[in-house]
């Protein structure tokens, strides 16, 4: 027994929104957890209201879930959680943000033709630039991008990267009662270490972990980032008095 056996991760994904990047972290998991993917629409833009409400529909309440958001769905678990339209065990953060993380920077892409640009093909040495990780993470996700680019269209991209220049979901910290794990990129080239000081000052409950890597740090480093995932709930259900797989009472589902 491990510290998530026969529980349920529920994975919101980053940028691409399609569930691909969960994959090299998905293929170090044990085979006893129960995985749900959520995926937001490829063809057509949502606001961050409606890209809540997508995320809520996809998440089911049959039994306790652990929410893991990366990157861009940080806000969106923070918003779900902190306004009580779901209650998980636990939520783990990964290389995300309360608020715009790089304003300037991001206010200055709107100015761009965005969609164009990621209509490009992205350079293999700008990729390792950006993630810090190598050859060997450049390679990993360079396919990953190019499979997201088959599916998602720029259009969607853009206007997803126009949102988080915008975003600001601080207000919802003080309402996460449950144990956080906030997974830190330590090359972090895409988003700031000061992006942690919001969590810091406002979550509850925060644990910190900084793993040696890049931005994709699930992808890059999935194992290193699942045994900080197993240590961190292993230490949150002994502290509720519960062991690996023992099922905790069933809470009312909020949407009802």
Known sequence: ?????????????????TGISFEPFGAVLPKDIAVCVVRYPADRPLSFEETVCCARDQILWDEDVLILA???????????????????????????????????????????????????PVPRLLLKLVVAGGVESADLLLGLWQRVRVMVTPEVLAHRLKM???VDVRAFLPGL?????????????????SALF?????????????????????????RESL??????????????????????????????
Not at 1 to 17: A, T
Not at 178 to 192: F, H, N
Request: a positive charge; hydrophobic letters at 40%; aromatic letters at 6%.
């Open 177 to 193: 009662s449950i144990p956080c794990l906030y997974l830190q990129a330590a090359s972090d080239r895409t988003i700031p270490g």
């Open 70 to 120: 990366e990157s861009f769905s940080g806000p969106v678990a923070l918003a779900l959680i902190g306004s009580g339209l779901i209650s998980p065990e636990c939520l783990i953060l990964c290389s995300t943000f309360a608020r715009s993380p790089r304003p300037r920077v991001l206010k200055a892409l709107r100015l761009l033709p965005l969609e164009r640009l990621l209509k490009l």
């Open 227 to 256: 045994e900080a995932i197993q240590r961190f709930a292993g230490l949150a259900w002994r502290s509720a008095g519960r062991g690996p797989g023992e099922a905790c009472q069933k809470r009312r589902n909020p949407w009802t």
């Open 1 to 17: 027994m491990h510290p998530l056996s026969d529980r349920r991760l529920v994975f919101l994904p980053g940028l691409d929104g």
């Open 164 to 166: 988080i220049s915008r």
């Open 198 to 222: 919001d969590f810091m000052e406002a979550v509850p409950d925060l644990r910190v972990k900084r793993i040696p890597g890049p931005h994709f740090i699930l992808q890059a480093r999935p």
